[in-house]
């Protein structure tokens, strides 16, 4: 082998080894950066129905309508979750799976996950779409403020609070918000869901 034959060789491995570290540093790269106006600038770790406890980046992705909520509540949150299943009706199959629901509590001191799963189970609610968590205490007022809801905490243990239904894009920016809750939807806001979604 001449002289030229072994640099086009050796240029030839050093080419493929650039190329083979450049991949593997383009592997190591972290995730795009949030936009500066997504709700998931919040560091915010919420333990869901099934135990799990992670930060609410991990929602990231996909579209989805976020509330906050109480187990409790026997009155303004069953129309809340109402108000997400009303929604999801009026959406193509395909546009159901591409969109996720997420209702936070503002009652973590009894909002464990058990309490969690017990509202999954009786509003009949898909699992694989919806997700019920709770943040840790001092979170709840962080969260509250993040997503333009009011709430406050009444002697009984019970709260008062505003019943927004908010949609977020898949990089938590609020899209949309309403505070129409119950079987018949806000048409408007379905026409933006239906927007954001596509197909």
Not at 129 to 136: D, E, G, Y
């Amino acid at each position: 082998m001449n002289q030229d034959s072994i640099k086009q060789l050796l240029r030839g491995i050093a080419a493929t080894a650039l190329l083979g570290f450049a991949t593997i540093a383009g592997a190591a790269q972290p995730a795009t950066a949030l936009p500066g106006d997504s709700i998931y600038q919040l560091p915010l770790p919420l333990t869901d129905s099934q135990g799990q406890t992670r930060d609410w980046r991990a929602l990231r992705g996909k579209p989805r309508l976020v509330a906050m909520f109480y187990t409790s509540c026997q009155y303004i949150c069953p129309l809340i979750v109402e108000s997400g299943k009303a929604v999801e009706r009026q959406l193509t199959p395909a546009q159901q799976k591409r969109l996720g629901v997420v209702l936070i509590s503002m009652d973590p001191a009894r909002d464990d996950p058990a309490a969690l799963r017990k509202v999954i189970d009786q509003r009949k609610l898909d699992a694989a779409r919806w997700t019920l968590a709770s943040p840790r205490a001092d979170d709840v007022r962080a969260v509250a403020g993040v997503l333009g809801v009011r709430y406050r905490q009444l002697a009984d243990g019970g709260f008062n609070h505003s019943s927004a239904l908010i949609l977020v894009d898949a990089e938590g920016r609020i899209v949309a918000r309403t505070e129409k809750i119950g079987s018949q939807p806000d048409p408007e806001f379905v026409a933006t869901v239906r927007k954001t979604l596509g197909g």
